[in-house]
């Protein structure tokens, strides 16, 4: 079972920047892909950012290309960079984990997901 906890939320101007954290419990964190993805209300759970196990790889939705970056370390945690943020990208973001590279856009192809944390960007 694993577990995951983000962090770095928070409330900014558009143009600002965030960077949000996830860690995770599990020791073989190494073995899986991650995923960030964003709820706004009333919307569908909708793809942001994934990475591969061994960070080779990443992927990103078209409304956040060249302006979210995600990352991990060696340890529990992946990131994502946020930068010139623009009211739309508003929601709370989650990561989530699953071994194996496929349909990492998916959100049904995620075992572990966090809590969530919010992001509040205002014009």
């Known amino acids: 079972q694993v577990q995951l906890v983000e962090s770095g939320g928070g409330s900014v101007q558009a143009g600002g920047s965030l960077r949000l954290s996830c860690v995770a419990s599990e020791r073989t964190f190494r073995r899986y892909a991650m995923g960030w993805f964003r709820q706004a209300p009333g919307k569908e759970r909708e793809f942001v950012a994934a990475?591969?196990?061994?960070?080779?790889?990443t992927y990103y939705a078209d409304s956040v290309k060249g302006r979210f970056t995600i990352s991990r370390d060696n340890a529990k945690n992946v990131y994502l960079q946020m930068n010139s943020l623009k009211p739309e990208d508003t929601a709370v973001y989650y990561c989530?984990?699953?071994?194996?590279?496929?349909?990492?856009?998916?959100?049904?192809?995620?075992?572990?997901w966090g809590q969530g944390t919010q992001v509040t960007v205002s014009s």
């Open positions: 990475i591969t196990a061994s960070g080779g790889s």
């Open positions: 989530a984990a699953v071994m194996g590279s496929s349909s990492l856009d998916s959100r049904w192809r995620y075992d572990y």
